[in-house]
């Protein structure tokens, strides 16, 4: 049995990315992103977070040898 470290890295950064997406969705147009030139940093980071940590368990997957 092998342990894949792609696996826990991959569901910790789904995980922070669905909630930092979704605290970014809930608070869309909330006046303290004005600190930030207007951007939504937590729905941009949310994403970011959410697309690699899909990465990294896409690649868990692909990575596992058939038996």
Same mark, same amino acid.
């Given at each position: $049995?092998? !342990?894949?470290?792609?696996?826990?890295?991959?569901?910790?950064?789904?995980? !922070?990315?669905?909630?930092?997406? +979704? =605290?970014? %969705?809930?608070?869309?147009?909330?006046? $303290? =992103?004005?600190?930030?030139?207007?951007?939504?940093?937590?729905?941009?980071?949310?994403? %970011?977070?959410? %697309? !690699?940590?899909? !990465? $990294?368990?896409?690649?868990?997957?692909? +990575?596992?040898?058939?038996?």
């Amino acid at each position: $049995m092998a !342990f894949d470290l792609r696996l826990p890295i991959g569901i910790l950064f789904t995980l !922070f990315g669905l909630i930092l997406t +979704g =605290y970014g %969705v809930a608070t869309r147009g909330s006046e $303290m =992103y004005e600190k930030s030139l207007g951007k939504n940093i937590n729905l941009e980071w949310g994403i %970011v977070l959410l %697309v !690699f940590g899909l !990465f $990294m368990l896409a690649l868990t997957r692909l +990575g596992k040898k058939p038996e």
